[in-house]
Nanobody, 113 residues
Framework: VQLVESGGGLVQPGGSLRLSCAAS????????MTWYRRTPGKERGLVAS????????YYADSVKGRFTISRDNAKNTVYLQMNSLKLEDTAVYYC???????WGQGTQVTVSS
């Protein structure tokens, strides 16, 4: 079972990034998938979740209206489109099977001018 995130990087405030998480080793389409993030000195917090068929999503208040979670069950991949990025979005972003049963290695997102 493996989750591999990609797409992080350095971006200016107001910019956009798209994170991807490729899953393997389990029946991807059968599970809720989630994105979390951790900033220095804080616990990992839930950013977004998506139901198995993508028809239901949840967003933390801090990212609502700016981030979009989606999934492609044919590609076993979940995405996080991040727009209008702010300094406070700087964090390591992790994807997860369900709510933390399996974690990826994380990808760093740095928002800086």
């Amino acid at each position: 079972v493996q989750l591999v995130e990609s797409g992080g990087g350095l971006v200016q405030p107001g910019g956009s990034l798209r994170l991807s998480c490729a899953a393997s080793g389990f029946t991807f389409s059968a599970y809720v998938m989630t994105w979390y993030r951790r900033t220095p000195g804080k616990e990992r917090g839930l950013v977004a979740s998506i139901a198995t068929n993508g028809d239901s999503t949840y967003y933390a208040d801090s990212v609502k209206g700016r981030f979009t979670i989606s999934r492609d069950n044919a590609k076993n991949t979940v995405y996080l489109q991040m727009n209008s990025l702010k300094l406070e979005d700087t964090a390591v972003y992790y994807c997860s099977k369900q709510y933390g049963s399996i974690w990826g290695q994380g990808t760093q997102v740095t928002v800086s001018s």
